[in-house]
């Protein structure tokens, strides 16, 4: 799947009563996964330049190429070992917190109506998970173990307490689905969780949760499809905490948006739009872009 996004977002700071503009999350994406014989299967992520205030964001991409402390164009590259119910995966994968925004592709993410985690923790490193499914695919439980983002270099410390370990579990039945986890990682111990319940065929509501000693975030999310070409969301949430690699300070986040998909029977061509309060850096943000999902079949 290649994914081309283009979005264009005003800025207005209350602090400093002016305005401002940047690219936000445009960029080509791609994801590309399948399987390998009968016991083995990929998944390679990437975006391929960045242009949120100028090129040399796209620069920082490739220089960062093998680093754990700092975002570049691999998010994640794996393979996996299957064996009945269990799986072996090894690469770069992201850390699976228990939570519903760690569940959408970059390319369908709205980053000012995350939390302050999401956006400013490094979350695709390198390492390995083991993971087991239940038979009929309801129940999924998964033992991480990755570099964290105080290391400079993947696997680039001796100490096994500056590497993360996360335990992953989800669960889903009769529309509604939890999930959670619980690990140690560069922002210490946390737990993080999620619940989604679809209360109509139309309507579905969302909450997720971080919890740590410097740390603490919710969110909630109410989404409506009203057609089949068109749907609406809002979102609020909460960020506090004193950690440098995340927030010093708190604030809330709220705002509302739409997604209009023009094709007929396709949903590959999303156009969006947006509207946000930022209360951790007292802006407002808007935002207006287009997403393009060309899928392709390689094999």
């Not at 619940?195 to 969110?219: E, H, M, R």
């Not at 109410?222 to 749907?231: K, P, R, Y």
Request: glycine share 10%; with cysteine.
């Amino acid at each position: 799947m290649i994914v081309p996004r283009f979005d264009f977002d005003p800025c207005y700071s209350f602090a400093d009563k002016s305005w401002s503009a940047d690219f936000g999350a445009t960029s080509l994406y791609t994801v590309f996964d399948g399987n390998l014989g009968e016991y083995f299967s990929f998944s390679f992520s990437n975006h391929w330049f960045a242009f949120e205030k100028s090129f040399e964001d796209t620069k920082n991409l490739y220089r960062n190429t093998w680093r754990a402390d700092d975002v570049n164009w691999v998010d994640w590259a794996n393979v996996s070992l299957h064996l009945g119910n269990f799986a072996l995966t090894l690469g770069k994968d992201y850390i699976h917190f228990g939570t519903f925004e760690s569940d959408a592709y970059d390319f369908d993410s709205h980053n000012q109506l995350n939390t302050m985690l999401w956006n400013n923790y490094q979350v695709y490193q390198w390492g390995g998970s083991l993971n087991w499914t239940s038979n009929d695919e309801s129940t999924k439980l998964m033992l991480q173990v990755t570099s964290d983002q105080t290391m400079e270099k993947p696997f680039g410390s001796k100490k096994i307490g500056d590497y993360a370990f996360n335990l992953f579990g989800s669960h889903e039945a009769d529309g509604v689905t939890v999930m959670g986890s619980f690990g140690h990682y560069s922002v210490g111990w946390m737990g993080a969780f999620g619940v989604q319940v679809a209360l109509s065929d139309a309507l579905t509501l969302t909450g997720d949760a971080y919890i740590a000693k410097d740390y603490f975030a919710t969110t909630a999310k109410l989404e409506a499809e009203l057609s089949d070409h068109f749907d609406m969301f809002v979102k609020g949430g909460f960020d506090t905490g004193e950690n440098e690699l995340i927030i010093e300070g708190s604030g809330i986040v709220c705002g509302l948006g739409c997604h209009w998909y023009p094709l007929r029977n396709s949903k590959d061509l999303r156009v969006h739009a947006l509207y946000s309060y930022d209360g951790v850096y007292n802006e407002m943000v808007m935002s207006a872009g287009i997403t393009y999902a060309l899928n392709l079949k390689l094999y």
